[in-house]
DNA sequence: CAGAATCCAGAAGGATACTG
DNA sequence: CAGTATCCTTCTGGATTCTG
């Protein structure tokens, strides 16, 4: 149904942590795109994702299944498996979303452009 | 030119510290809609935002002035008057800010029935 | 496999008081 | 008027290790 996530899926894209907007914490956003073409098994997500730790990356999704975001699905058996997937409200989200990445799209190089005049050349937060 | 700021505006629509969201810090968005219909002194700013404290509410100014989406202007004289205004590139993130606050309103309800269901009734970031 | 437990550092936000 | 300066608490995210 749908294809193995990209390890480098967020390797050039990663500077989302620069823009002026976040979606939930640092890395909802990420998963939420993860989730875009079908269910994830936990471990999918770990791929393009290997630079978050699974206790935040736990925590992240959560917090997206708290809101009613994300669906979290548990199939029993040895080994176990668990599956996250885009519930309707989830999906909706996207368009905002993608609102906002088009808007970092467009406007990027005037951002960074802002922050290099405005003295230090643009200290990522990280 | 334009109105003053009405000292409630942030009163009832405040719960935006519980959307799944933020655009810049935890006061940004809010500082962008004081600034939507014309420039702003300082102490009109802080009206709506009074319960934001100086120090941080300066922070944010700055950040936004750091990003190019606010302007910052001083007219010397006493007393003294400090403006801040959108910027072409801050008034052009009203869009996926208004395209976030539609999201926000139409599925605020759904949200809130998530949290509920979820276990803990929704505890909110403050 | 899909996490939980513990410990820790830095950032964000706030309270209060003071100033050019 | 438009901020600064200090101090302090909380929240976030990360490193590391361990488990049903």
Redesign the interface.
Known sequence: MSEPLRPDMFDELCPSSML?????DKW?ALILRCLEEGPRRYSELRVPLRRVTPKVMTRSLRAL?????VSRTVYEGLPRRVEYGLTP?GR??L??LD??C??AAE?WE??L???E??GNGGTPRQ
Chains 1, 2 share one sequence.
């Open positions: 002026p907007f976040r979606f939930g909802a299944e708290r809101d009613g975001l409200l909706s989200m368009e905002p609102a906002a088009a808007w406007h005037e951002l452009d802002a922050r005049a405005y």
